[in-house]
């Protein structure tokens, strides 16, 4: 059974959402209220967490830390030595730092890879595990496509020194992403069976719509600021995932009796 708790913490987000869709698309979040940024990607995170845990259990816990503290391993070199995503930096303040990379990112590498990953799931349930690990890459290099010029042109978040045909952002920043995510799917589906109840599809389902809503939160976000070329290289391949999903009805509706071996 899902309790009121996780409820009202997904409830508390949808809030904070779109009060944030209203404040960035057009705008209006003062200076004095630039910590929603934290609160906002901190709830996101911890959502992912909240999924991993209640579907994973034990090694859900773990690999949430896996995932959080690894990402910002990882954007440390980069923001240090300019490997893996670009020589970029931080502009903006997203909460406490470690390793010189903001905590808070590693919340939103958490929602990230448990988004991507229920939707590579219900895209290819029965594929090989390898196959929904790239889906599932895919699926969050997707995201990035969106969030990285909307963070850098749009609000200047973080800074990139450099130059390429995507906003100047590095080419290999989108194949780090790729990589890294990669990785993380490969070790959750190697180590990880799935058993199927109400309360998992409860956050499935959950999982399933933030994907959307980072998708479209951002896509707006782009349209206001005339980032074209972003919104569509993301709202494309985000409606194919979609369209993708549609085809597996058995998963969708009927997730309470089946055990799905990952």
């Given amino acids: 059974m899902v309790s009121k708790w996780e409820r009202n913490v997904f409830r508390f987000f949808i809030l904070w959402y779109i009060c944030g869709v209203v404040l ?30 209640k579907n994973y259990k034990t090694f859900g816990m773990l690999y949430t830390f896996f995932v959080f503290f690894s990402s910002i391993a ?34 939103a590498w958490v929602m990230v890879i448990a988004t991507s990953h229920v939707m590579a799931l219900r895209i290819f349930p029965a594929s090989p595990l390898w196959w929904k690990a790239v889906v599932a890459a895919v699926a969050t290099v997707v995201l990035d496509l969106i969030i990285d010029p909307v963070a850098f042109i749009a609000k200047e978040y973080w800074i990139w020194n450099g130059e390429s045909f995507y906003y100047n952002i590095p080419m290999f920043n989108f194949y780090s992403w790729f990589g890294l995510s990669l990785l993380f799917h490969l070790i959750l589906l190697l180590f990880t069976s799935y058993t199927s109840s109400k309360e998992n599809a409860y956050w499935e389902k959950n999982m399933y719509v933030l994907y959307g809503l980072m ?48």
């Fill in 74 to 107: 990882a954007e440390h070199i980069g923001v240090k030595y300019g490997f893996l995503f670009g020589d970029y930096y931080y502009n903006s303040y997203f909460g406490p730092m470690l390793l010189d990379v903001p905590i808070t990112i590693g919340f």
């Fill in 215 to 262: 998708v479209g939160m951002f896509c707006m976000i782009a349209l206001s600021s005339q980032l074209y070329l972003a919104f569509f290289a993301t709202i494309i391949p985000a409606l194919l995932l979609y369209a993708g999903t549609k085809k597996n009805k058995e998963f969708i509706h009927d997730t309470s009796k089946k055990k799905q071996s990952i």
């Fill in 24 to 53: 960035l698309t057009f705008d209006l979040l003062p200076s004095w209220l630039e910590w929603a940024n934290v609160v906002f990607l901190v709830t996101a995170g911890s959502l992912g967490a909240i999924y991993f845990i």
